[in-house]
């Protein structure tokens, strides 16, 4: 009933242009072996399509779906449908990092959603043409899917249908390699699932008798008409009971991981560290630019979502004292809530973080619409009033009319403005910690002048190692120095005792 009653509000073609264009966004590689179009899913076992009914195969080929509107929000300096051009293009990188084959692509201009089908009928009969035409037993959509939709595309269509989110979700499941992350996406993945569970057949068969009646067996079961008694609970109910259990184990779990990071996070907080998050859309190059500031070799890809789990490093600043600095998971446009709600713990880094760098990609000519994204997100974080820095990766990709244009604009800004640096080469790396320094609120440098016993010669070796000595001499068996220290060291080794005079110099501003 629901798949006729969507072919018929699907009908309905008026006030809509459809472009297909299978090879303008990308370029298409020929796969040497086809594949037949499943079954579709509603029949398997719960467990089974809980666990394989939304994941790609490596070699699975996809035909992408992208839809927008005529009276859709436009973007300053963007023609109309060029935003959703983009984020067209961003679904084939992200299919791509699903391990899945772009075989086609399709986009069309409505003036509204169908609420049945979201394209329509007649599209859906191009869709089902285009995805035969290419072998592409997957169809993925560039939006979220209502249930009642996604059902309807799939009986239209006979391919297995999945939509942004879901996408999204195969993706981070791939990448998740902490207990944490893992749990997570399990959690995403089961409340995604559970308004989409559906099923035929006896084994779902409902309870007998009339509405209000008591039900075949109860009280008032003897209104219950004759052979429609069921089994019991209907099938759908168990499988929903069944998730709702998994569900609230897992967010115990998770609570669980929680309190074990804040322990340690409180350990960290014993020598105060100040925290800094990288943030940014995903691909600016925050893995790239973390490796440049940490000297880490954590995983650097161009596919989209490579870094999942959070990863930590010590840095040490021009002022000799030391921060952490925090690689997160990058942002994208239209990121659903419970994405950003199961991934509460990871996004905790940036709650926690004293300063955030926010990692844009200066060579995307709309760079400033990716921005204003992760500040969205931000915003939803909590977290907009936090210390920030702007920094603009990938100089390198520029041209020299772009760079000195990019020069002169962010001229007038002064100290106040963006960074400008290339992670890969390590140009302005040198510059962006000087301006990491001085925007640390946490653990300022003090400048002392001080007159120690030669005698003391742990307190000397660490002033050197976690300080900057600006000037030193040795006077019969004592060492006097002028040195920059931060405050929690200075408080750790006393070292007001040995003042030079009783002297010592303001926090470095």
């Known amino acids: 009933m629901a798949a006729s009653a969507g072919r018929h509000a699907g009908s309905r073609r008026g006030g809509k242009e459809s472009i297909i264009c299978s090879r303008d966004l990308t370029r298409r590689t020929r796969c040497h072996h086809s594949h037949e179009p499943p079954p579709p899913h509603n029949d398997r076992p719960f467990l089974s399509s809980m666990k394989t009914q939304h994941a790609t195969s490596v070699s699975e080929r996809a035909l992408l779906v992208g839809v927008t509107w005529k009276r859709a929000r436009r973007v300053p300096g963007m023609p109309a449908g060029e935003q959703g051009r983009e984020s067209l293009a961003e679904l084939v990188e992200l299919a791509r990092s699903a391990g899945a084959e772009v075989a086609a692509i399709m986009y069309q201009v409505r003036e509204s959603a169908d609420p049945a089908t979201l394209v329509g009928r007649g599209k859906l009969d191009e869709i089902r043409a285009e995805a035969t035409a290419h072998k592409a037993p997957l169809i993925i959509f560039d939006g979220n899917l209502s249930p009642v939709q996604q059902r309807n595309i799939e009986t239209a269509t006979e391919r297995r249908v999945i939509d942004r989110t879901q996408l999204i979700l195969d993706i981070f499941a791939r990448h998740a390699r902490s207990r944490e992350g893992q749990l997570q996406v399990e959690l995403a993945q089961l409340n995604y699932l559970l308004p989409r569970l559906t099923g035929r057949g006896t084994a779902m068969s409902r309870l007998g008798g009339k509405s209000g ?31 709702r259990d998994r569900v609230s184990r897992i967010q115990a779990n998770i609570e669980e991981v929680r309190k074990q990071r804040a322990l340690r996070r409180e350990a960290r907080n014993a020598v105060p560290l100040g925290t800094i998050a990288l943030v940014g859309y995903t691909n600016a190059g925050k893995s790239t630019l973390f490796n440049a500031l940490s000297r880490a070799e954590v995983l650097v890809s161009s596919r989209m979502f490579a870094t999942l789990d959070p990863t930590i490093r010590t840095i040490r600043l021009p002022s000799n004292r030391r921060a952490l600095v925090s690689d997160t998971v990058g942002f994208i446009r239209d990121l659903p809530k419970g994405l950003l709600t199961a991934f509460r713990a990871t996004l905790e880094e940036v709650q926690e973080a004293a300063l955030i760098l926010h990692v844009s990609d200066v060579s995307n000519p709309h760079h400033d619409e990716l921005d204003e994204e992760v500040d969205k997100i931000l915003r939803e974080l909590g977290v907009a009033d936090r210390p920030k820095l702007r920094v603009l990766n990938k100089l390198d990709l520029l041209n020299s009319e772009q760079r000195e244009t990019l020069n002169r604009s962010l001229a007038c800004a002064g100290e106040t403005g963006p960074v400008l640096v290339s992670a890969m080469t390590g140009q302005g790396i040198d510059d962006l910690l000087r301006h990491i320094d001085a925007a640390l609120p946490i653990d300022p440098v003090v400048t002392l002048c001080l007159r120690l016993p030669l005698a003391e010669g742990r307190t000397l070796a660490l002033i050197h190692a976690l300080g900057r000595v600006l000037h030193s001499a040795v006077e019969d068996s004592h060492m006097t120095m002028d040195a920059e220290v931060p405050a929690s060291i200075a408080r750790r080794l006393r070292l007001s005792r040995y003042a030079a005079g009783g002297t010592s110099r303001p926090p470095r501003t």
Not at 217 to 236: C, F, N, Q, S, T
């Open 213 to 243: 009646a008591g039900g075949a067996g109860g009280a008032g079961g003897g209104a219950g008409r004759i052979g429609v008694r069921g089994p019991g609970e209907k099938k759908l109910e168990t499988d929903r009971g069944r998730i």
